[in-house]
């Protein structure tokens, strides 16, 4: 079922988020007030939000170290998110994990991860338990195509295939493996002719269109909760900031990167609210409500107390 | 007591646990149809079904990290590595990913989840099939390394690894399966962290684990006969480790020899002896040593993986340089 207005503005208001946390992590980092690496997802946000959006609250989802808006579209608190970054120990993790370990169980968010396709089996294990609970609940990893060459990617998608396992594999091709291009390292760069390989029905969508997103997720959805076994969608995006901070972007010109700012997927979302009738007065405000979701979170984190040292030797065991 | 083999016990172990909690399944290489190389998991698939006892491709780093996933939704895997020396293609998934998910979630998931293998040499299975990295295992905070020598406390040790809530790394040893002894009757679980004293004495100290604890035993009767009463203890899990146990025990004895099939270099001797230094420098009356593998790959021939692993004949040796 196509989404409404209602869930299209609802997305809007949610990439916002995303952008608007991205942007409020970049000045803090600039501060120096966060600690550790940074990747940013600007210029992602719709593969995020499009694929949860067809995810349930009881489906799982294993992300990447690029995983700040995997983690919110999913559910995650803004609040705990930035909190984290902020490491204050009202973070997600009480400061333990930091901006490549997001992780909240009650909204599915099973863990984004810092190393390349390590999350992939994750969600996988999680729709074998599904599988064997006979539950109708699906999982989801999120990766982008510099995973599709890690051996654990090949193991994953040939162990989803022969169990059917109810898995869907996103991968986010924004056409560079951390700063190299990917048509440099990568044989076949159309990574789901990989997922035909194994058998898998693949796709290739838009990613940075919200709708597209949503639709070839929900149809892999609806497919693993019936019992038909894992779908692969890849999802064709642009990371529009570097790798990470600090990222001379020497891999690019600056002519690529202002022509891909045309086709970024907030203000793509926006033209199609117009077209579907909503008003400039309505996209203001639901900037300004995003606006505010990040202003109370950025107050929420600062004003957090730091974890106390004894916290460091808590949690090691269940 | 009924009598039984090392397999024999893993196996009921196995059976037992699969029947008491539903959401226990086992995976791994030859282990449905074929009932594992060395027979562990014999009988297990026409019982459980192949839901419940599953053949897996030789995919070790995938299969492993599929058992997270399910850990983390409640199931209990019970993944075997058909030999340790695979454990490094699935290192990530082991190390990175099983020993931290619950640390850097701040304790929001866990990970209940065994990794059974066998590991050690003594059968001529080359470097790349012989070696023990237990050592390795217990560097990494976040696992729980158990190392049973007898079929009990093989028996009882692999069921409280299936309901500890935590990865545990469960090593058994390929020479051991075929070992016999007095398994207690139904159902007993042992604790998971608690060393034992499998020989009584007062003059030296032996601290061994997994197939060596055998040697020192053995070791122990000629020693015996030559008028030296050694201690033994078995550590039984090496992470975390039991060191009140030994401190209690070279209290008495005032020597300390550890020995063990791992290497050497950065190993749980090295480990137990600094621990002795820095808990109860007054404890002992001379230096205490270590004996371990050479620090050289595992050869085949017999003469030569005799000569790189510890043998009844060093332990005796070293304990006679010791007194």
């Known amino acids: 079922m196509p989404l409404s207005i209602d869930q299209l503005s609802d997305a809007y208001r949610q990439m916002l988020v995303i952008r608007k946390f991205e942007e409020t992590v970049r000045r803090l980092y600039q501060q120096g007030k966060i600690r550790g690496s940074f990747h940013p997802c600007v210029g992602q946000e719709a593969t995020a939000v499009g694929a949860c959006l067809a995810l349930r609250r009881d489906d799982t989802m294993t992300c990447t170290y690029r995983g700040h808006g995997h983690a919110i579209a999913k559910g995650l608190s803004v609040r705990t998110a930035m909190a984290e970054m902020l490491g204050k120990a009202t973070g997600c993790s009480k400061g333990k994990g930091g901006s490549m370990h997001f992780t909240d169980p009650n909204v599915g968010l099973l863990g984004a991860n810092a190393i390349v396709a390590a999350g992939i089996p994750h969600a996988t294990g999680a729709a074998l338990a599904f599988q064997m609970q006979k539950k109708d609940s699906v999982s989801l990893a999120f990766f982008g195509e510099g995973a599709v060459n890690q051996g654990v990617f090949h193991e994953t998608l040939n162990l989803a295939a022969i169990w059917k396992l109810p898995v869907i594999l996103v991968c986010e091709n924004n056409l560079y493996s951390e700063m190299t291009p990917s048509h440099e390292t990568t044989s076949v760069v159309e990574t789901y002719q990989r997922a035909a390989a194994y058998g898998i029905p693949a796709v290739r969508v838009d990613g940075n269109d919200v709708e597209a997103m949503y639709a070839a997720v929900e149809e892999a959805a609806t497919q693993a909760r019936a019992g038909g076994g894992p779908t692969y969608i890849e999802a064709m995006t642009y990371r529009l900031w570097g790798h990470m901070m600090g990222d001379p972007e020497v891999y690019r010109t600056k002519e690529e990167v202002a022509q891909a700012w045309e086709n970024e997927p907030i203000v793509r979302l926006g033209n199609r609210l117009k077209g579907l009738g909503c008003s400039d007065a309505d996209l203001t405000r639901l900037d300004s409500e995003a606006e505010a979701i990040i202003a109370d979170a950025l107050q929420f984190a600062e004003a957090s107390p730091a974890p106390s040292p004894e916290e460091a030797f808590t949690e090691v065991f269940a | ?323």
């Not at chain 2, 809530?165 to 058994?172: A, D, R, S």
């Open chain 2, 1 to 323: 007591m009924p009598t039984m083999t090392y397999a024999q016990a893993l196996n009921e172990a196995l059976r037992e646990e699969m029947r008491r909690d539903p959401r226990v399944f086992i995976m791994g290489e030859d282990i449905g149809l074929h009932g594992g190389i060395f027979r562990v998991t014999k009988d297990l698939m026409p019982e459980f079904g192949p839901e419940r006892v599953r053949d897996t491709p030789i995919s070790e780093a995938g299969f492993v990290g599929l058992g997270i996933g399910a850990a983390l939704m409640g199931m209990r895997p019970v993944v075997e590595l058909l030999f340790m020396d695979f454990a490094l293609v699935s290192a990530d998934q082991i190390v990175n990913q099983a020993a931290k998910l619950h640390y850097m979630s701040g304790g929001q998931v866990s990970v209940p989840m065994v990794i059974r293998t066998q590991q050690g040499g003594g059968r001529g299975n080359g470097a790349q099939h012989s070696q023990s990295f237990d050592s390795w295992m217990a560097q990494v905070p976040g696992l729980i390394v158990i190392t049973p020598s007898t079929p009990a406390d093989a028996k009882g040790l692999l069921k409280s690894a299936i309901r500890a809530g935590n990865p545990v790394v469960f090593i058994e040893h390929k020479l051991l399966y075929n070992t016999s002894g007095e398994v207690p009757d139904g159902e007993y679980t042992l604790p998971i962290g608690k060393a034992e004293v499998k020989r009584w004495g007062r003059d030296i100290t032996i601290v061994s684990y997994s197939r060596t604890l055998l040697f020192a035993l053995e070791a122990a009767e000629t020693l015996s006969q030559k008028g030296i009463e050694a201690e033994v203890i078995d550590l039984r899990t090496i992470s975390p480790l039991d060191m009140d146990t030994i401190i209690q025990s070279v209290r008495g004895t005032a020597r300390l020899l550890v020995a063990h099939e791992s290497i050497s270099t950065c190993g749980m001797g090295a480990e137990i002896i600094t621990r002795m230094v820095e808990q109860a420098p007054d404890a002992l009356v001379s230096p205490a040593r270590r004996l371990g593998a050479k620090h050289v790959p595992i050869p085949v021939a017999e003469p030569l993986e005799n000569a790189v692993l510890p043998q009844v004949k060093d332990i005796v040796q070293a304990v006679e340089e010791m007194m």
